[in-house]
DNA sequence: AGATATTTGTTCGTATGTATC
DNA sequence: GGATACATACGAACAAATATC
């Protein structure tokens, strides 16, 4: 469980989290967790944890495929 | 941008601009920009930009489905 | 082809706390 | 002190695309 601050955002905080699991190797190349699954894990709106996975998209560690989930690594190109 | 007046609450400076959008017809009867957008384009909190709506709404100017959006025109009733 | 489950996308509704004038 | 505005978060409903069986 996470021991919210309050100096910063709850979604910076469950970034913070995401994106240590994600260097570590914990979170491999591949399927991320759900953006259900976040609010699952870490007991936050929904609302918030699409900050997380915007914010985790703009750092360029995830990349998103609409309608169907978030994957770790690179956004992949055309010719592959 | 607007240039914020301090005679009026930014709110209704914000429903002014959009009334007169929906009177020229640039919004056209139908849906409306969402609330967010509001937010987005005059950089207004969500809270100022729920008075906006709330005001237009008052006006009878929109109606709004709940969890939906905002409509231009006003609104519909159950037999048709 | 069709039904179903999963997942992201979008939007309004509401509440709380803080800051400023 | 009250009104206004900002920031953040939670909750809920529904839409739409995708993949799977």
Do not use: C, H
């Not at 996470?2 to 491999?28: N, T």
């Amino acid at each position: 469980m996470i021991e919210w601050r309050a100096d910063s955002a709850r979604w910076e905080q469950v970034a913070r989290v995401i994106r240590k699991r994600i260097e570590s190797g914990e979170y491999p190349p591949g399927r991320l967790i759900s953006e259900r699954g976040i609010v699952e894990e870490f007991g936050i709106a929904y609302t918030t944890a699409r900050k997380v996975t915007a914010g985790l998209r703009t750092e360029g560690l995830i990349y998103t495929r609409p309608n169907y989930g978030s994957f770790v690594g690179p956004e992949p190109t055309d010719n592959e």
